[in-house]
């Protein structure tokens, strides 16, 4: 759970570990058409996830990978903990059965038995996934549990994943351009992105699913901590939600990190900006990019809210950061 970090960081850690004297073609698996990292997920677990039982109360995140989704769990948690009044007892008793039960910080992560033990978590839960909806258990959407849906601009999350898969041992390491090939075609952990986003968009219009872009979290974090303490009745004051902001900044996080994520801290959080896509993309890539979008995301409620018009078109103005 979110909420044990010092779990999540030694989780992270074997990961890296395990990672090191893993060959190329042995750090992913296919299941059901789409790859997974072979350290943190197995086709067992998948299995198992089929049957998994949601509650109502849970509190549910979704995100492709690198769309922002650590950054959003630490918010959630810090939302749901500020909301409730736990005490400090009851923060410790978390901690605690949070470690008992070794109840990884992904839904779909670590060994098949995790969901009998999430059975076992007393307090409301916090689930973040990677997952697309057809790949997600039937519970969720049958106990109309609440679903925030996490995007972010494909050129930023293609550039993010990118500097992530050659930092993690685990991961396969290559140059920009192979990467960005792989990433075009959804030959990366998870996917597609535009299979995801074009997915998830289906869903946009149910009640219990919200979406909100990490662009708008970037310029207005208050005010998008308001739109998703609304959505899950999570019952702050303004002084708290100024508090729980300047609790969860990039800088705040980047300082922590390494408790938060062990030695992977510095690669999940590297930059935290808007518009590092102008980095690396070529012109061809560029217009590869907005052709893609244009196809598959453009004129669906997804699509418009990534604002890709302002935040991934070519132009002599500085993007905001």
């Not at 308001?226 to 900044?249: M, P, R």
Request: with cysteine; aromatic share 12%.
């Amino acid at each position: 759970m979110s909420k044990n970090r010092q779990h999540a960081a030694e989780f992270l850690d074997k990961a890296l570990a395990d990672g090191v004297n893993m060959r190329e073609e042995e750090m992913h698996f296919s299941y059901n058409g789409v790859l997974y990292p072979t350290v943190v997920c197995n086709p067992d677990t998948f299995k198992a996830l089929e049957s998994f039982e949601a509650r109502k109360d849970d509190v549910i995140l979704v995100g492709y990978p690198k769309t922002g989704t650590n950054w959003l769990d630490h918010i959630l948690s810090t939302l749901e903990s500020t909301a409730a009044k736990y005490t400090e007892e009851e923060l410790k008793q978390q901690v605690a059965i949070g470690k008992e039960l070794a109840m990884a910080q992904r839904l779909e992560f670590g060994d098949p038995e995790i969901y009998e033990r999430m059975k076992k978590f007393p307090y409301r839960r916090i689930l973040i996934t990677h997952l697309h909806p057809q790949a997600l258990p039937t519970s969720i959407f049958k106990k109309k549990a609440k679903v925030l849906v996490l995007i972010r601009n494909p050129k930023d999350t293609a550039v993010s994943y990118f500097h992530f898969s050659n930092g993690m041992t685990c991961l396969p390491t290559s140059t920009w351009d192979q990467f960005f090939t792989k990433f075009m075609t959804g030959k990366v952990g998870w996917g597609s992105y535009f299979d995801h986003v074009a997915e998830w968009d289906k869903y946009i219009n149910d009640e219990n699913i919200m979406a909100i872009s990490y662009e708008e979290l970037k310029e207005d974090l208050n005010l998008g901590l308001k739109k998703i303490a609304k959505f899950f009745d999570f019952f702050l004051t303004e002084e708290e939600i100024q508090n729980v902001a300047e609790k969860s900044s990039f800088k705040a996080m980047k300082e922590k990190s390494s408790e938060t994520h062990g030695s992977a801290g510095d690669i999940f959080f590297r930059r935290g900006t808007i518009g590092d896509w102008r980095s690396l993309f070529s012109e061809a890539q560029n217009q590869e990019m907005d052709r893609r979008f244009e196809e598959r995301l453009a004129g669906t409620k997804l699509g418009a809210k990534i604002k890709y018009d302002i935040y991934c078109k070519v132009r002599g103005d500085k993007q905001p950061s």
